[in-house]
């Protein structure tokens, strides 16, 4: 395996300090760690915290939990910091035969499901955090926000926070290492220089508004900024994630990592094999003994198979040509589903056979069936209040094609079956229009055209690894499928007032569709907010100043 080098934001502790931590954390000192002995109310605020901050999260444990009273760590976690408690490891091991005798003499992988585990992965790419992310069920990621963080800092030698991938700058790279290197920082130079030009342009567009606090306003314009220039970044900008998961499908999601293609991913995959296996041992075990091998050799030769397959059936004609943001691919008629729909909404409330129900249905005429799901779906007063399982009888297929930044964000909706293309600069790239606003087209411009140079040179031969120079601003293709309910809670979800503009107008559009093709189906999809916003984050900051006065009368400053 291919030795990595990439950017390490680690922290310096004092050796108290990291006596503090060990009893938290696997370990003190490496990028990939789980955490132990916190109590899953502290874990889940602490990942909360973490992912809108700058810093690691051994430091915002320390900064905002360990070090701050009022917090009431010390009592939560009763742990004393004069005093270095009992390595619960210890506990876990003894444990570990108990859960093997379980698992062999039940042979059910469900009971994996039963022990979860909390791991913290740092200075990891953007690209990783995709293929991390990609296990939909049973893990549940928090990711750095490129909304609310700068990404403009350098470490001690003066690199930029972004990964130099390890088969092209310290593997066969086919001597792209400088070209890679010189791309990346270039794009990291204009999106620095960009921040307090755009920064300025915003509050001179937008100033305070009375009423409006100064952290509100202050938290706004940052994210404003953001939006604007995040599309810049590459791919291979290094980002954390939080993770919680169950031991089952951690083991699965390491399986597929050691089978990636990727040096970055099958690393990433080793160290956290390495960590999970001291808090959950049993569980992830088999990742990578005999039994996860042959996993990883199915997944990995059909993937090679099916991707020689491709290039001969496919191949690249016309695949580039111009396409809409979303096009719906395949639906049934109206009609059909909405029968299906009312068949199932009656389902539960009587003894018969779906097909029984299914008859009685085909005799109603439209008003009759409208009347049913009228009374199904009219008393949702907020989004929610969800429809019932019966809508997840009615399915849709989206292709979609948009800028990897919003696909990230987008990338987060569980609930629904995904799959991606990979990402490449074939597409073109989306301008935000304040950069043409303000006067920096030909600063953006520059930099997604020497992107483009880059990974057509790198692509030829390394077309995966080519990926992680490829600013967020170019669009890559992905499709969803999505049943009804689901369709309700993204697309009401994703077009809130506060989201980012770009998928924002993806859930308005993947609205519209389903709207044109069922009317009576989505007419309760009430909750979409088809308006357009400036300062997107105002009013969600706002009501975060209303609710840190709450807090403050109910526990005191």
């Excluded at 390495?274 to 990578?288: D, G, Q, T, W």
């Excluded at 993204?490 to 308005?508: K, T, V, W």
């Excluded at 093709?517 to 309760?524: D, F, I, K, Q």
């Excluded at 400036?534 to 006065?549: P, T």
């Amino acid at each position: 395996m291919l030795a990595i080098h990439t950017v390490l934001i680690m922290d310096s502790f004092t050796e108290q300090e990291k006596t503090i931590l060990s009893r938290f954390m696997t370990n003190t000192d490496k990028s990939i760690f789980a955490l132990k002995n916190l109590p899953e109310v502290v874990m889940g605020a602490l990942f909360s915290r973490y992912s809108r901050s700058q810093k690691s999260l051994r430091r915002v444990l320390f900064d905002e939990f360990i070090n701050k009273p009022e917090t009431g760590f010390h009592e939560i976690v009763n742990y004393d910091m004069a005093k270095c408690g009992t390595d619960e490891l210890v506990a876990i091991k003894k444990a570990e035969e108990f859960y093997d005798r379980v698992l062999v003499g039940f042979g059910d992988d469900s009971v994996a499901e039963l022990a979860g585990a909390h791991i913290a992965i740092e200075n990891v790419s953007i690209i990783a955090s995709k293929v991390i992310e990609d296990a939909r069920i049973g893990i549940s990621p928090l990711e750095k926000s490129t909304r609310y963080v700068y990404f403009d800092q350098k470490d001690a030698n003066g690199h930029y926070l972004y990964l130099d991938e390890p088969t092209l700058c310290t593997g066969d790279g086919g001597g792209f290492s400088d070209l890679y290197k010189r791309t990346a920082t270039g794009l990291f130079d204009t999106y620095s220089v960009l921040i307090p030009k755009i920064s300025e342009h915003i509050q001179r567009k937008y100033p305070k508004a009375d009423g409006v606090s100064d952290r509100a306003y202050t938290s706004t314009v940052r994210a404003k900024t953001c939006d604007v220039l995040r599309g810049i970044l590459p791919a291979g900008t290094i980002t954390n994630l939080g993770l919680f998961g169950n031991g089952r499908a951690f083991e699965y999601l390491i399986m597929k990592m050691y089978a990636h293609p990727l040096a970055e991913i099958r690393h990433i995959a080793m160290e956290m094999h390495e960590e999970l296996s001291k808090v959950i041992p049993s569980f992830v075990k088999r990742a990578n003994d005999q039994y996860g091998k042959i996993q990883q050799n199915y997944i990995s030769e059909t993937e090679n198979a099916i991707s020689a397959i491709a290039r001969d059936v496919v191949g690249s004609t016309d695949a580039f040509a111009p396409a809409n943001p979303v096009t719906l691919i395949h639906y049934d008629t109206n009609e059909i589903s909405e029968k299906k729909a009312v068949a199932a909404i009656l389902y539960q409330h009587s003894h018969l056979s779906l097909e029984v129900i299914l008859g009685k249905v085909e005799s109603m005429n439209t008003e009759q069936r409208k009347k049913i799901i009228d009374e199904y779906c009219s008393r949702r007063s907020n989004r929610r209040h969800r429809p019932g399982r019966a809508f997840e009888n009615i399915n849709y297929t989206f292709d979609i094609l948009g800028n990897y930044g919003m696909y990230r964000d987008l990338h987060r909706q569980r609930v629904l079956t995904q799959e991606r293309q990979l990402l490449s600069t074939h597409h073109g790239y989306d301008l935000p229009p304040e950069i043409t606003e303000f006067g920096f087209e030909n600063e953006f411009r520059d930099a997604m055209e020497t992107a483009k140079s880059t990974f057509n040179e790198i692509e030829a031969k390394f077309p995966h690894e080519a990926q992680y120079v490829v600013p967020l601003a170019y669009k890559i293709r992905w499709y969803v499928s999505m049943n009804l309910r689901e369709a309700y809670h993204f697309c009401e979800l994703r077009s809130m007032p506060q989201g980012h503009i770009d998928y924002r107008r993806i859930a308005q559009q993947i609205y519209l569709e389903i709207k044109r093709v069922h009317p009576n189906l989505s007419a309760h999809m009430k909750f979409v907010d088809m308006s357009e916003y400036e300062l997107e984050r105002l009013e969600a900051e706002k009501s975060i100043d209303k609710r840190i006065e709450e807090v403050k009368k109910k526990y005191g400053d």
